[in-house]
């Protein structure tokens, strides 16, 4: 599809369908956040403030669970006059939802809510509130990011993506397909990728020949290997976007040998969308603080620079049901310095994985999970791997070899792996055909099965 429908599509279809007809202010938000990405930092710093401000006040005035902790804890919204007096208000955690989940809600919004739920990785769905704006500001917020990426509105786009759970009628399945040509896009069923179809996939970019794919990282990779493994070319995008899991270097590498072309990181969850995408530098992510307040802690307060942490996100626009620094129980990185972009907003250096995915060591020691992908990255042949810990004193390594792997490679993986968790957590290898997917179509290379880190954000 030509560049006109693309222009054609972001003036004229989408203004229509989007402001017209759905009555929906995405175009003008996604406006405003054009504009104040390019404030300096401490301009980006006094918005966010800003607009913090605003929403405490209207969590003590609306919200019966934050004026009821706060009033407990002696603390009123104009106490907090700075970003050290909101990082000692309660963090919220996800059974903190789940047992206040009425109590939560704005009184005026009650009854104009909308719901979600995530998928649930820990077993544990998690049900939550959120308003239109908010939600169109999110969608905006999420075009932002993608545009850095070079993945605009109407560009042709091949999703590999999440299939659809159950049995589609045939009146969505025709109101799908049109939705998505007029959004010049197509998907590919992640779910239903073996390794006896990969050529499947591969006929269907070829076929459809996408200027941007936008892929959950997992699926992507292992397409990736099959095209390196078998030497086949395929057509080649402008560029690779990987969403809903962590994009590490070494898939990084892989993936743009095999298209060609540069593949950015994104990091967001469901409880608020995109978080953090990386820029046309590729430096770090940048943080959208002109939308979210996102801090780094451990238990003992904010985390130093360089240090992984615990992801604690405030979205500044959801008045219905607000969640105040919440717990999402990923960890990630903070970036050093400002991008050569000239972006006011700030920098992660890198999305380090699930909380849950983060290995114990029989003396408190936790590990981040991208630990193993940046060590096993150095051992020719692994095509792909999990690590599973069940108990605090082993962990179990699940493989899928290929030509390269080397015996050797054994010796090497468990001097790393003792050397930072010691020698008294055993290692259990298996050598496996395939690495099953979550239910929602991702691979993820570390699990934990203790449930290590349940209580960080405390009682309600």
């Given at each position: 599809m030509s560049g006109w429908y693309e222009t054609a599509f972001q003036h004229v279809l989408y203004p229509a369908y989007e402001t017209g007809l759905r009555r929906r202010s995405t175009l003008s938000w996604l406006s405003e956040y054009r504009s104040s990405q390019w404030l300096?930092?401490?301009?980006?710093?006094?918005?966010?403030?800003?607009?913090?401000k605003r929403l405490l006040a209207h969590c003590e005035r609306e919200v019966p669970f934050y004026r009821r902790r706060w009033r407990e804890l002696g603390i009123t919204a104009e106490d907090i006059q700075c970003p050290d007096d909101f990082a000692k208000l309660p963090l919220l955690s996800k059974d903190d939802i789940r047992n206040h989940f009425d109590e939560l809600q704005a009184e005026s919004w009650r009854d104009r809510l909308l719901f979600k739920a995530t998928g649930g990785s820990t077993g544990e769905p998690l049900r939550f509130g959120y308003t239109r704006e908010s939600n169109d500001r999110r969608t905006a917020v999420m075009w932002r990011g993608y545009e850095?990426?070079?993945?605009?509105m109407g560009r042709r786009t091949m999703y590999l993506w999440?299939?659809?759970?159950?049995?589609?009628?045939?009146?969505?399945?025709?109101?799908?397909?049109?939705?998505?040509?007029?959004?010049?896009?197509?998907?590919?069923?992640?779910?239903q990728m073996t390794e006896a179809n990969m050529a499947e996939y591969a006929d269907a970019i070829d076929r459809y020949r996408p200027e941007i794919i936008v892929a959950y990282v997992g699926p992507l990779v292992r397409l990736a290997q099959w095209l390196v493994d078998v030497g086949r070319s395929i057509h080649q995008p402008r560029a690779i976007v990987g969403a809903a899991e962590a994009l590490h270097e070494f898939q990084r590498e892989l993936l743009e040998k095999a298209f060609g072309c540069p593949a950015f990181n994104t990091y967001g969850c469901r409880e608020v969308m995109l978080i953090a995408a990386e820029c046309e530098q590729r430096c770090g992510l940048h943080v959208n603080a002109d939308h979210l307040a996102v801090e780094?802690?451990?238990?003992?307060g904010a985390v130093p620079r360089g240090r992984p942490g615990d992801v604690v996100v405030t979205d500044l626009f959801n008045y219905g049901m607000p969640l105040i620094r919440y717990v999402n129980g990923d960890m990630a990185t903070e970036g050093d310095g400002a991008c050569s972009c000239g972006r006011g907003l700030p920098l992660l250096s890198r999305v380090?994985?699930?909380?849950?995915?983060?290995?114990?060591?029989?003396?408190?020691?936790?590990?981040?999970?991208?630990?193993?992908?940046?060590?096993?990255?150095?051992?020719?042949?692994?095509?792909?791997?999990?690590?599973v810990q069940?108990?605090?004193?082993?962990?179990?390594?699940?493989?899928?070899?290929?030509?390269?792997f080397e015996e050797e490679a054994l010796p090497f993986i468990r001097h790393e792996v003792h050397r930072v968790l010691g020698a008294s957590v055993a290692l259990n290898f298996q050598f496996v055909d395939d690495i099953a997917l979550t239910r929602s179509g991702k691979l993820r290379v570390t699990v934990s099965e203790l449930h290590h880190r349940e209580g960080l954000a405390g009682p309600a």
């Open positions: 300096p930092p401490e301009g980006v710093v006094a918005l966010q403030w800003a607009r913090l850095w990426a070079g993945s605009r999440a299939g659809a759970i159950g049995e589609s009628g045939r009146m969505r399945r025709l109101k799908d397909r049109l939705y998505n040509a007029a959004f010049a896009r197509r998907t590919l069923n992640s779910f780094l802690v451990d238990r003992n380090d994985g699930r909380v849950l995915d983060a290995i114990i060591s029989p003396d408190g020691h936790l590990l981040p999970g991208i630990f193993f992908p940046h060590m096993l990255k150095e051992v020719r042949g692994i095509e792909r791997f999990q690590v069940r108990r605090l004193d082993q962990l179990d390594i699940s493989i899928v070899r290929g030509k390269d």
